[in-house]
């Protein structure tokens, strides 16, 4: 298996919320680099050492930096876009620029190169009861009457490959009917709203705080022989922004979203209101130890548990407003 080093520079202050991040999305473990933290164990812990060898002399220095490892294949380009997503909207509440520069570097690997080498892992695969994913570059002979959704996914992946991903296609496939509309928070590639249309949903907006999305989205829908006027990619913080509260709206018959725990537990209360009398809100990217919060945040928002699946230790919260 080969691995690539994924490194995210912040500041000592940004440690701990950033790792509590990365753990939400499923990683296991990080390696910190902080010269503050370095610095602190020269000067107070000399019983622990005699002599600082040179090569130790950069950390001194060097900017604090927390590296994770992700596989070199699919799963870990998916991997790679919770952990964007998650530092994005890190990056978006820290007004006061506490957490540094909050950027991402792969080491030892050209990015463009890589997005490239997975796809040589991603295949055509069957989902719920009646659903076909499949990338763009296959061709597909006979899809037997499924609902196929053809995806390239670019910059942002998101394939359907990931456990929370296809724990949202599968309860979108039972809940949306025809004519709904549907709210995608978090939407990355745009998979799951673009699924809802193809499902039957009548429009659907799209929402995610980075820039990328709204061209990736587009180009997934076109893809799929979508009218551009059942949909519409907005960008920004769904959270605390209240001119793109405005601009989304309310009265969503399916409100989706696919990130990771804290956000769904910060966003819970705007979904509600966004969610119309008898819709729903599905929302996954929750690793199991946090799924008690989450449905805690869900309940207190208004919303009542409808279903709870789980898959690999991913949970997906299917609620419905009354």
């Given amino acids: 298996m080969q691995w690539i080093e994924t490194n995210i520079y912040t500041t000592t202050d940004g440690i701990e919320p950033l790792c509590g991040r990365l753990y939400a999305v499923g990683l296991n473990g990080v390696q910190i680099k902080d010269a503050a933290d370095f610095n602190d164990f020269i000067e107070n812990e000399t019983q622990y050492w005699d002599y600082i060898d040179e090569s130790l002399e950069p950390l001194k220095?060097?900017?604090?930096?927390?590296?994770?490892?992700?596989?070199?294949d699919a799963d870990g380009r998916e991997l790679l876009s919770h952990i964007r997503g998650t530092v994005a909207e890190l990056k978006s509440m820290d007004n006061?620029?506490?957490?540094?520069?909050?950027?991402?570097?792969?080491?030892?690997?050209?990015?463009?190169?890589?997005?490239?080498?997975?796809?040589?892992?991603?295949?055509?695969?069957?989902?719920?009861?009646?659903?076909?994913?499949?990338?763009?570059?296959?061709?597909?002979?006979?899809?037997?009457?499924?609902?196929?959704?053809?995806?390239?996914?670019?910059?942002?992946?998101?394939?359907?490959?990931?456990?929370?991903?296809?724990?949202?296609?599968?309860?979108?496939?039972?809940?949306?009917?025809?004519?709904?509309?549907?709210?995608?928070?978090?939407?990355?590639?745009?998979?799951?709203?673009?699924?809802?249309?193809?499902?039957?949903?009548?429009?659907?907006?799209?929402?995610?705080?980075?820039?990328?999305?709204?061209?990736?989205a587009m180009e997934n829908l076109a893809m799929n022989g979508i009218s551009p006027d059942?949909?519409?990619?907005?960008?920004?913080?769904?959270?605390?922004?209240?001119?793109?509260?405005?601009?989304?709206?309310?009265?969503?018959?399916?409100?989706?979203?696919?990130?990771?725990?804290?956000?769904i537990i910060a966003m819970s209360a705007t979904a509600y209101s966004q969610t119309k009398k008898g819709g729903y809100f599905i929302t996954s990217g929750i690793i199991g130890p946090r799924g008690d919060e989450v449905k805690a945040a869900v309940t207190a928002a208004g919303f009542e548990i409808a279903e709870v699946h789980e898959q690999s230790d991913w949970l997906c919260i299917t609620a419905k407003k009354n």
């Avoid at 949909?231 to 990771?260: C, M, P, Q, R």
Wanted: charged share 25%; proline share 4%.
């Fill in 61 to 72: 220095t060097c900017e604090t930096c927390v590296t994770v490892y992700l596989t070199d």
């Fill in 230 to 263: 059942r949909y519409s990619v907005l960008v920004g913080n769904v959270i605390d922004d209240e001119s793109l509260k405005a601009k989304i709206g309310g009265d969503y018959d399916v409100v989706v979203a696919n990130i990771v725990a804290d956000v």
């Fill in 96 to 216: 006061d620029g506490k957490f540094g520069r909050l950027e991402i570097e792969l080491k030892g690997v050209d990015e463009e190169d890589w997005a490239n080498n997975w796809k040589k892992y991603y295949k055509p695969f069957y989902l719920g009861e009646n659903l076909l994913i499949k990338p763009e570059w296959e061709d597909i002979d006979n899809a037997e009457g499924k609902v196929v959704l053809s995806m390239n996914p670019g910059h942002l992946f998101g394939t359907g490959t990931h456990h929370s991903t296809q724990l949202c296609m599968v309860e979108l496939e039972k809940y949306i009917k025809p004519g709904d509309r549907v709210l995608d928070l978090g939407c990355g590639s745009g998979i799951l709203s673009i699924l809802s249309l193809l499902l039957g949903a009548e429009s659907a907006v799209a929402v995610d705080i980075d820039p990328a999305a709204p061209d990736t």
